[in-house]
């Protein structure tokens, strides 16, 4: 089973920030977070991940709490082409990754 | 496009039949991995292999399913005997040696009826 848990569905809208929580309170000291985001009728793409610290790319800026049991992705200026299902993920670096429902974003005009 | 491809895009098969699916991960990428996914649902694990070897194998790779990896670089999975309940997408991704991002293909939508 998936070790996350996250808000079915949210909206955003465009210009705006879009923050997207997740909670993992069962991580293990040696687990990372991974986003991944699936635009309709397309493969998942890898979007950031972090073990303890904050990080940020050219897509967007992961935080995560100082207990690690939750997490919050942040894409800074939402975007029409933003519009798919988010994915928050915990695993060991290399390991299989296990998907829940995830979050599906909706990016308003 | 160096991407991870997969062949067919799309199949339909009647029940009962065979199929087989490709997949080409990005070049010198050690490991490959199938997953499977349900509409609404997220995808789900099957099996995986480092270079020719399957590592892991998922409960839902049931004994009609079978993966190959012959030379460590394409893969192919075949499902035999189709059943309705195998319609799905199913995705192939790719990775470095303990890398940490897998690199997804847009996925084989098989429809069986």
């Known amino acids: 089973d998936a070790k996350t848990t996250q808000p079915p569905s949210m909206d955003c809208a465009e210009g705006r920030a879009a923050n997207l929580p997740c909670n993992h309170s069962t991580i293990s000291g040696n687990e990372y977070v991974y986003w991944y985001r699936q635009i309709h009728s397309q493969g998942p793409q890898y979007i950031i991940h972090?073990?303890?610290n904050n990080e940020t790319n050219e897509m967007a800026s992961l935080i995560i709490t100082e207990d690690r049991k939750s997490s919050t992705l942040i894409l800074p200026h939402a975007t029409l082409r933003d519009t798919a299902v988010y994915y928050c993920?915990?695993?060991?670096?290399?390991?299989?990754?296990?998907f829940g429902k995830g979050t599906r974003l909706h990016i308003l005009p | 496009d160096t991407g991870v491809s997969q062949d067919p895009r799309h199949k339909i098969t009647k029940r009962g039949q065979n199929v087989t699916f490709r997949c080409d991960p990005i070049s010198e990428h050690n490991r490959l991995y199938w997953y499977r996914q349900t509409l609404g649902q997220g995808p789900e694990f099957l099996t995986y292999f480092q270079n020719e070897a399957q590592l892991e194998k998922s409960r839902l790779l049931s004994d009609r399913f079978s993966a190959e990896r012959p030379k460590g670089s394409f893969s192919t999975l075949e499902i035999q005997r189709t059943e309705q309940g195998d319609s799905a997408m199913y995705l192939c991704?790719?990775?470095?040696?303990?890398?940490?991002?897998?690199?997804f293909g847009p996925g084989t939508r098989l429809t069986v009826t």
């Open positions: 993920i915990v695993r060991v670096g290399d390991d299989k990754i296990i």
């Open positions: 991704a790719s990775s470095v040696l303990a890398g940490f991002e897998q690199y």
């Open positions: 972090g073990l303890k």
